[in-house]
């Protein structure tokens, strides 16, 4: 299958991806595209309700590996309902996360293994990567001061951990883009929304 049409957008809490994906969607539908722009965990109905239990402030005591499994479990339903019939379709796909903010927030900063979490969701995403992901790299003390700010923001589970956890998830990003130099486009989230945008599309267009 085809998955030319398939772009990602990874970072740490309050890097920016929805405003982000909002206007670059914005942008393509302006000039004619069919554009489903979309979130993980999330997307669909079935995949809504496990981001709830996930999320769910709650749930402190959520093991690691049930996490990864419920956010796996999610993927494989927002996959096969939505994502791979858009790319069939040939329409443009802008997902809020994927496979890689698994293996930079189970796999690295919860110490479950990348490889040990990218097999679970090859399985789930029947081994389809996007084709581009850009990452929305910022340093975790400016995330969070976001999420702080923002009264209409959600204020899950995974914002309650401590900086430390925050500061592995970027590390764990770091090291996918060198694994993945080819898919992974670091782009610098501390510039002004306008030049994001621009940045993002020029790459985009690349492709």
């Given amino acids: 299958m085809n998955n030319q049409g398939f772009i990602t957008f990874e970072g740490g809490e309050g890097s920016g991806k929805t405003t982000l994906i909002q206007a670059i969607a914005c942008h393509y539908e302006q ?8 979130r993980e965990p999330g997307g669909i109905d079935i995949a ?7 999320l769910n402030r709650s749930n402190t005591a959520m093991d690691g590996r049930t996490e ?22 040939g329409e443009l796909v802008l997902c809020d996360r994927f496979i890689d903010s698994s293996l930079a ?3 690295y900063a919860r110490g ?23 990452w929305l790299d910022l340093d975790p003390e400016i995330g969070l001061a976001r999420i702080a700010d923002n009264q209409q923001r959600e204020v899950n589970r995974l914002d309650l951990e401590n900086l430390e956890f925050h500061q592995r998830i970027r590390q764990g990003y770091q090291l996918l883009a060198e694994r993945y130099p080819d898919r ?8 002004p929304v306008e030049q994001l945008i621009q940045i993002a599309i020029a790459r985009i267009d690349q492709k």
């Fill in 31 to 38: 000039q004619g595209r069919q554009v489903v722009a979309t």
């Fill in 48 to 54: 809504e309700q496990i981001r709830e239990i996930i």
């Fill in 68 to 89: 990864a499994l419920l956010y796996a479990a999610a993927r494989r339903q927002h996959w096969i309902e939505r994502i791979k019939p858009a790319l069939i379709r």
């Fill in 105 to 107: 927030y189970q796999g």
């Fill in 112 to 134: 479950l293994g990348v490889d040990e979490v990218y097999n679970i969701n090859q399985f789930a995403t029947e081994g389809v990567l996007p084709s581009l992901t850009i």
């Fill in 184 to 191: 992974i486009y670091r782009i610098h989230a501390d510039q």
